[in-house]
């Protein structure tokens, strides 16, 4: 199972790589992990105790990737819940103040010019340091088609928003003719300049990444998609074939991470997934640090390790392969850099390059 290969539950492989299937086959219970892995006692009683905090849901594909015999296994640590989701003190529901910026159901605007819209409260699987543990899975977060008109007429009446991110929840969840008429709606305000896509598809359920979703898209360009790999395990032959249905449709793709502890917080990891990331035509744009969200502790690492992660990837890897670190706050994302830039020196300014050798040259007056 470890290795990708279909498991009992799907010989025919026409079923294994049918998305609705895999969404109708995902795993809900202790029981049914137990079909991929072997989950400890604390895995075991995590399911059942946080089941009324934040859903427990997997794809059988993303099932398949995780080690059956390793608890720390990067992939099955981002889905697979532990007791101590528990205990964290200091976590809150909405660390972006997120409910505050938001002028109409599941519309977050912190920037003038663009907002994230969570189209729906659903994921093809929960990840268990989501940003929205807050409302997705939860059905007082879902859209109603009406909801959903109701924020489209928002941004016909807001003449500044020129970029809209469809967001959730995932909004690859959508069946094509619901996201087709959703696109359509927003492709027809005429300020509205591009419209991305906020997904973990590729990543966790690949197969919904089809040929007809992407011709679909294509009639709406300019659509651009960002999408959601943390760990090089995840770089799988069928997740790049979905990278690559995208960018032949004319889609450019992005991916933004966030640094986990245990899973991605080594510069020999982080490194092994941009450079994947990158021969998969796929190019890393943001690695957040975790938010000060409840259930998460255990995830979060130290900013200054975060900054020496990125230090180490400088010059050492082409600059397409490194991302740019940040620290998302209720006022705008903030980039995590280290300070290569020592400042001015009468005439001259002076920088450190990526070996820590200094560079001095004149700097023209203001
Ligand atoms: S796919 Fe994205 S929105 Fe859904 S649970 Fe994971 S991080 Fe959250």
């Not at 690559?244 to 990891?269: F, K, M, W, Y």
Request: a negative charge; proline letters at 8%; charged letters at 25%.
């Amino acid at each position: 199972m470890a290795d990708g290969s279909p498991v009992q539950a799907a010989p025919d492989g026409a079923q294994w790589s049918d998305w609705t299937w895999q969404m109708r086959h995902r795993i809900r219970t202790a029981e049914d992990l137990a079909a991929y892995v072997a989950p400890t006692p604390d895995e075991t009683q995590a399911v059942s105790a946080l089941a009324d905090r934040f859903r427990f849901v997997i794809t059988p594909y993303y099932a398949s990737l995780m080690d059956p015999a390793d608890p720390d296994c990067p992939v099955r640590r981002q889905v697979v819940p532990r007791m101590a989701e528990l205990a964290d003190p200091a976590g809150l529901a909405d660390p972006l103040d997120e409910v505050a910026h938001s002028p109409v159901k599941n519309v977050v605007r912190v920037y003038a010019d663009r907002i994230a819209f969570c189209v729906n409260n659903e994921c093809a699987l929960y990840c268990r340091y989501c940003l929205r543990k807050r409302m997705v899975g939860d059905e007082d977060w879902a859209m109603k088609k009406r909801e959903l008109s109701e924020a489209v007429d928002w941004i016909r009446r807001t003449p500044e928003i020129r970029d809209v991110l469809l967001t959730g929840g995932d909004p690859l969840v959508f069946s094509d003719d619901r996201l087709e008429w959703l696109i359509a709606e927003i492709r027809a305000i005429p300020h509205v300049e591009i419209i991305r896509l906020g997904t973990r598809l590729p990543v966790t359920l690949p197969f919904r990444v089809t040929d007809a979703l992407c011709d679909m898209l294509a009639r709406y360009h300019p659509i651009w998609v960002n999408t959601h790999f943390n760990h090089p395990k995840e770089l799988t032959p069928e997740a790049a074939e979905a990278c690559d249905r995208l960018t032949r449709a004319g889609i450019p793709v992005g991916n933004q991470s966030v640094l986990l502890r245990g899973i991605n917080d080594d510069a020999e990891t982080m490194k092994a997934l941009c450079e994947g990331l990158v021969r998969m035509r796929v190019r890393p744009y943001y690695v957040y640090q975790a938010q000060m969200l409840e259930g998460t502790a255990h995830f979060r690492v130290p900013v200054e390790r975060g900054i020496e992660i990125f230090r180490a990837l400088r010059g050492r890897t082409s600059g397409y392969a490194i991302p740019q670190y940040v620290l998302d706050t209720p006022y705008g994302k903030v980039p995590l850099d280290y300070p290569y830039l020592r400042g001015r020196e009468g005439d001259d300014i002076v920088v450190e390059s990526y070996d820590g050798r200094v560079w001095r040259e004149p700097n023209p007056p203001d």
